[in-house]
């Protein structure tokens, strides 16, 4: 029987809810293989704080080309069109040394009745969601099955973050998946973060990356699309 949604809110990087171990930005358990889609049962929808152990974005196996070619490892603090790609070192967990070309291709506004699927009752009224769509491609050696490229947060017109919300289980608004099998080097896949604007006269302005290595203190800002 499927279980109705239920779940909590939370800025992206101070909630307090811990649901897998974090070593460094992008590391955490890696998803086991899904079932074949005959025999799967229907995945449970929930939603949590966004945080940094709890990637607030998903992944699709029909993803468009990323924008432009690979080139130099993006820098700390690094401003792109939406559109432009950034290339990206990338450790997951024992997964190390990969290296993806990261691209935003677009931030859309969604409805409030979006939300209504995800039992979030008053904690989003009047709140306004927004999609952060974009693109992963692998252009390194490493395998990166299974891993999940999260760290995608929404930045409101006046740079303060957005309210995000991470889903676990199938929200179509925003699918929620790691990488599928296979993903080597040339793979692509497509991605979602969740954003909330706190009133329709405000909106998401722009989407910040801030996985490792950019999330390190020592190393500053994230790579920003706006």
């Given at each position: 029987?499927?279980?109705?949604a239920t779940?909590?809110i939370?800025?992206?990087v101070a909630g307090?809810?811990?649901l ?6 992008n590391?955490e358990?890696p998803a ?9 049962p ?6 949590a704080?966004?945080?940094p152990s709890?990637?607030a ?6 993803a468009p080309a990323?924008g ?11 401003v792109?069109?939406?559109g432009e790609?950034?290339t990206v070192p ?20 969604g409805s409030?009745?979006d939300?209504d699927a995800?039992?979030?009752g ?5 709140k306004i969601?927004?999609y952060?769509?974009y693109?992963v491609?692998?252009v390194g050696?490493?395998?990166?099955s299974?891993?999940t490229?999260?760290h995608?947060k ?6 303060t973050?957005a309210?995000?919300?991470?889903v676990?289980g199938k ?7 790691s ?8 793979q692509?896949?497509?991605?979602c973060?969740?954003?909330l604007a706190p ?9 910040e990356?801030?996985?490792d ?8 800002k994230?790579?920003?699309?706006k």
């Open positions: 029987m499927r279980r109705a779940g909590v939370g800025l992206a307090t809810l811990t897998t171990g974090c070593k460094n930005g590391e358990t086991a293989p899904a079932a074949p889609a005959s025999s799967a229907a995945a449970d929808q929930s939603a704080p966004a945080n709890t990637p974005g998903g992944y699709g196996t029909d990323a432009g070619a690979a080139g130099a490892t993006a820098k700390s603090g690094q792109f069109k939406i790609t950034a990338f450790d997951y967990g024992k997964t190390k040394g990969g290296t993806i070309a990261l691209t935003v291709t677009a931030i859309e506004k409030p009745a939300l995800l039992k979030l008053d904690q989003v009224k009047g969601p927004y952060i769509r693109s491609k692998n050696t490493t395998d990166l299974f891993t490229v999260g995608m929404g930045l409101l017109g006046d740079n973050e309210q995000g919300v991470s676990i929200f179509e608004k925003c699918p929620n998946e990488l599928p099998k296979g993903f080597t080097n040339g692509q896949a497509t991605g973060a969740i954003a009133s329709d006269q405000t909106k998401v302005a722009s989407a990356y801030w996985g290595p950019y999330n390190s203190l020592s190393k500053g994230g790579l920003v699309w």
